[in-house]
């Protein structure tokens, strides 16, 4: 597989651009990275009010800086 340049990368900026990646690079370039809200972020930063939460949902702390 061709090896990934920068001018490969710029050429993403344009609309329609294809470019073959391999999984490493792809990888290096953040593509798989699936930042998650833990049960209890999504849960605090919902409108739903607490007495039609499920019960116990919402009891974990959220954790700082997570």
Known sequence: MPRTTDQDLLALTTPGTVL??????????GAFEEPALTEAEALASCDIPPEHLPAGAGDADVEEGA
Not at 20 to 29: H, K, N, S, T, V
């Open 20 to 29: 073959e990646i391999d999984p490493r690079a792809a990888e290096d370039l």
